[in-house]
């Protein structure tokens, strides 16, 4: 069975995968990655930094790398849709914070090395105000919005989850991940010997990764409870972002902020209107909101904090 992790950019993809693949690393599965560079601002073939292959190529790709799992962190439905029978998660994000996520990474913190689209947008972000800077990430990052948009929500085959609840509070969700994978090692007691042999499967397979002579120790086994906790706890937001604790911004980091609806704190009247012409429906479609209303309970609250 082949399983995959769907994610999207600026939806915690690089923390989710690290804490995924770190755990598949202890658990014998292979995996790999894969990536379209021209995220988030259009489609093109995608790499996993070994070579490139297209969407119609991910089957083949998949089995001639022998990969157990594949982490799509710039997915679209097209690549749900090259693996027929995949069993996966898909992980989501209030668009409006991944406008201004972006806004933040794009014009300060993300590698532009390579993606030369990533640097001249860079350029134009910094020429322009904090508001201008908004609208133009609207249309930087508009390609990834309408695969958000047009992903099918109701595959029971793929686990949805928001990101704001991961962040929120990330132990249940990974167990619930690893659970819906059928990866997950749920026994009803833990004496030592067990303890003893989720250490030794996690040595024997870091050395499978080694290759050569180790190659032939790799075993796949399921993951016990206390690896994937571990791992969700060695990339906390409080470590991860240097001993900040989430809400305290540093707009150059990659890790910035870590908290839900701070589009509430840069959305102005026009960017609340712009950004439901562009992209109608994606809110309702995605579950953040039932309907429209929320565009003028943005412009009171702005207009509340005027007269305070």
Not at 167 to 175: D, M
């Amino acid at each position: 069975m082949i399983r995959a992790y769907f994610g999207h950019h600026k939806c915690g993809s690089t923390w989710i995968r690290n804490i995924v693949e770190g755990v598949l690393n202890e658990i014998g599965i292979v995996h790999r990655l894969a990536v379209d560079p021209n995220t988030p601002s259009g489609h093109g073939p995608l790499t996993d930094y070994h070579e490139e292959f297209t969407r119609d190529e991910i089957a083949s790709w998949v089995k001639r790398n022998n990969l157990g799992f594949v982490s799509f962190i710039t997915a679209d439905q097209s690549q749900a849709d090259a693996l027929p029978g995949v069993k996966g998660f898909h992980v989501i994000r209030d668009p409006r914070d991944i406008i201004v996520s972006a806004y933040f990474s794009h014009r300060n913190s993300h590698p532009t090395e390579g993606l030369d689209h990533l640097a001249e947008h860079r350029e134009k972000l910094k020429s322009v105000s904090e508001e201008e800077g908004l609208m133009l990430e609207m249309d930087f990052s508009a390609s990834e919005l309408n695969d958000l948009n047009s992903w099918n929500y109701n595959n029971p085959d793929i686990l949805e989850l928001k990101m704001e609840r991961i962040t929120s509070c990330s132990y249940e969700p990974f167990i619930e991940i690893f659970r819906f994978l059928d990866l997950l090692e749920e026994k009803s007691t833990y004496p030592a010997s067990r303890r003893t042999q989720v250490y030794v499967n996690a040595m024997r397979n870091r050395l499978a990764r080694r290759g050569g002579l180790f190659a032939g120790l790799r075993q796949e086994v399921a993951a016990a409870p206390e690896l994937v906790l571990g791992r969700v706890f060695d990339f906390r937001f409080e470590k991860i972002s240097g001993g900040r604790k989430k809400g305290t911004e540093d707009t150059s980091s990659h890790y910035r902020k870590g908290v839900a609806g701070d589009w509430k704190n840069y959305f102005n009247a026009e960017h609340c209107t712009e950004f439901n012409s562009r992209f109608s429906g994606i809110l309702q479609a995605t579950g953040y909101e039932s309907d429209d209303a929320w565009i003028e309970g943005q412009i009171r609250s702005l207009e509340g904090l005027k007269t305070v």
